[in-house]
C-alpha cells in the first residue's frame, strides 16, 4: 500500500508541474519569443524528464492495481506512453528543415532548422509553381508545385494537403518568390517517431471506443444516474423553444454554408454559431435522461450566439488554402462538441454548488461524469486529428502552438476528473462540481485566451 501511495503522489505530482510548465510556456513564448519558450520548457532536460516520471509511475501503479482486468482503460494510458515515446523518438532521431528551387533548378541540398546543410539521397527539379484561386476572386485557393525525382525520373505534384513522399522523406508546400518561379518546400525526415506516434493514435481509438462497452466502466455507472424531471407543461414549452432554436440556427448556418461554399469550422462567427447549434442538438438527445440540460443548455446556446453577433469575422469568406482538408470539419467538430459538453458540465456544477443536499449534489455529479467521458474522449480525439492534419499540411504532428498547448492542458485537466479511484476528492461532490466551474477556465483559454491574447498558427479570430 506505501508504494502504490508514493506511485500515486508522484504520478499526480508531475502531472500537475507538466501542466504548470505548458502554461507558462505559452507566456513565455508570448513575451520573449518560441526561441525561448522551447529552449526553457519544452526541449528542455526537466520538462522532458517530468513526462517520463507521470508515464513511468503511471504505468507501475496501473500494473500493481492490476487495472489490466480493465483492458480498455489499461490500454488507452499505454497508448498516451506510446505517443509520448514516438515523439521523445522524433525529438532524438528526426530532421527537419526547408528547401529552395527555382523554376528548372536541379538540387538534393536542404537547410536543417538548426541551420546546417543537408543532402537528399536524390535530387529534384522544379519544373513548374502556379497558384489557383477562387472562381471571381483574387483569393488563392491552392499553391501547386510541379517537380521530377531524379532517382525515378517520376513528376510528382506538391500543393498544400498534398505532400510528397519520397525515399522516407515528406515534403510540403510552404512559400514561393513572388515572381512565381521559385518554390520553398519544408522538408521532414523522421523514420521512426511518427510510425510510433501514430500505433499510439490508432490504440488510443480504439481503447476510447472499447471503453464505452466495458463492464463496470465509470460511464456506466455514471449513466445509471436519474435526475427529477420537469411537468408536462414545462416540458412541452422547452422542447418547441428547442425545435424553433435549433431550426432557426440550422437554417442560419447552412446559408453561410451554401454562400461560402465551406462549413462553419473556421472564424469565430462561425464556429460560435456551430457550438449553439450542438448544444440545442444536446438538448434534444439528452432532454430525458437528464431534464436539466434543456434550460441549463438554452444559457450556454444564448452565450455562443451573442459571442458570436459580436464577432467581426466573415463567416462567407474564402478559406486560406491550408485549411481545405477534409481534416478541418472532423477536427473543428469534435473540439466544439468538446467544449459544449463541458460548457454543460460547468453549469451542472454551479447548480450542485447552488443546491444544498448531498444526495441532490451526488446525483449531479453522476449526471456531469456521463457527460464527462464523451467530452472529454471527443476533444482527445479531436486534438489527435488535428495532429494528423498538421502533419499531414506541414510535416509536423505536433508543433507546441499555444492553441496545441492549451489543448492538451485541457484534456489533462478534465481527465483528472475521471481519476476518482486514484484523486479521492474527485468522489466528494462538492469539490468536484466547484473543480468543473474552474476547469472550464482553460476552455476559455484555448479558445478566447489563444486567438486573442496568445496567438499562434491557430488563432483564427
Not at 490500454?75 to 529552395?100: C, D, E, N, Q
Not at 464556429?271 to 441549463?296: F, N
Request: with cysteine; aromatic share 14%.
Amino acid at each position: 500500500m506505501k508504494t502504490n501511495k508514493i506511485l500515486k503522489y508522484t504520478t499526480i505530482g508531475s502531472a500537475a508541474a507538466v501542466i504548470l510548465m505548458m502554461a507558462a510556456a505559452t507566456i513565455v513564448e508570448k513575451l520573449y519569443g518560441t526561441e525561448n519558450a522551447f529552449r526553457h520548457f519544452y526541449h528542455s532536460p526537466v520538462f522532458i524528464a517530468l513526462w517520463a516520471v507521470t508515464s513511468i509511475s503511471g504505468v507501475l501503479l496501473m500494473i500493481r492495481r492490476k487495472t489490466i482486468k480493465k483492458p480498455a482503460t489499461f490500454f488507452l494510458h499505454i497508448a498516451f506512453v506510446l505517443i509520448l515515446a514516438g515523439a521523445f523518438l522524433t525529438l532524438l532521431t528526426g530532421k527537419s528543415g526547408s528547401m529552395y528551387l527555382r523554376r528548372g533548378e536541379t538540387s538534393a541540398n536542404w537547410s536543417s532548422d538548426q541551420g546546417f546543410r543537408q543532402k537528399l539521397p536524390f535530387k529534384l527539379t522544379l519544373k513548374d509553381f502556379s497558384i489557383e484561386y477562387y472562381p471571381g476572386t483574387k483569393d488563392p485557393s491552392d499553391y501547386i508545385s510541379k517537380v521530377v525525382v531524379s532517382d525515378t525520373n517520376t513528376e510528382y505534384t506538391i500543393s498544400m494537403n498534398n505532400i510528397l513522399k519520397h525515399g522516407g522523406y515528406r515534403f510540403y508546400q510552404t512559400s514561393y518568390d513572388s515572381d512565381l518561379n521559385g518554390s520553398v518546400f519544408s522538408v521532414s525526415h523522421d523514420p521512426w517517431g511518427v510510425s510510433v506516434t501514430y500505433t499510439g493514435y490508432i490504440m488510443l481509438l480504439l481503447s476510447m471506443i472499447g471503453f464505452f462497452f466495458q463492464k463496470n466502466s465509470g460511464f456506466r455507472t455514471a449513466l445509471k444516474a436519474r435526475s427529477e424531471g420537469f411537468s408536462k407543461p414545462v416540458r412541452t414549452v422547452l422542447l418547441v423553444l428547442n425545435i424553433l432554436l435549433f431550426g432557426y440556427l440550422t437554417f442560419v448556418i447552412g446559408r453561410n454554408w451554401y454562400r461560402s461554399g465551406h462549413g462553419p469550422f473556421v472564424g469565430t462567427y462561425s464556429v460560435m454559431m456551430l457550438m449553439a447549434w450542438l448544444v440545442t442538438v444536446a438538448m434534444a438527445l439528452l432532454r430525458k435522461r437528464l431534464p436539466i440540460i434543456q434550460p441549463l443548455g438554452f444559457v450556454l446556446a444564448g452565450f455562443s450566439i451573442l459571442v458570436a453577433s459580436l464577432s467581426f469575422s466573415d463567416p462567407e469568406a474564402n478559406l486560406m488554402p491550408v485549411l481545405r482538408s477534409p481534416f478541418l470539419s472532423v477536427h473543428v467538430l469534435c473540439m466544439m462538441v468538446s467544449y459544449t459538453l463541458f460548457g454543460l458540465v460547468a453549469l451542472i456544477g454551479v447548480v450542485g454548488l447552488i443546491k444544498r443536499d448531498n444526495e441532490t449534489r451526488s446525483m449531479l455529479r453522476d449526471m456531469s461524469l456521463s457527460i464527462l467521458y464523451p467530452a472529454v474522449f471527443m476533444l482527445t480525439t479531436g486534438t489527435f486529428i488535428g495532429a494528423v492534419w498538421a502533419n499531414i499540411s506541414w510535416g509536423n504532428y505536433w508543433g507546441w502552438d499555444p492553441k496545441e498547448t492549451w489543448a492538451l492542458i485541457t484534456m489533462l485537466v478534465y481527465a483528472a476528473m475521471l481519476h476518482s479511484s486514484t484523486v479521492s476528492r474527485f468522489a466528494k461532490p462538492r469539490f468536484f462540481h466547484a473543480y468543473a466551474i474552474i476547469a472550464f477556465l482553460t476552455v476559455l483559454i484555448t479558445y478566447f485566451g489563444v486567438n486573442f491574447l496568445l496567438g499562434g498558427m491557430h488563432s483564427y479570430a
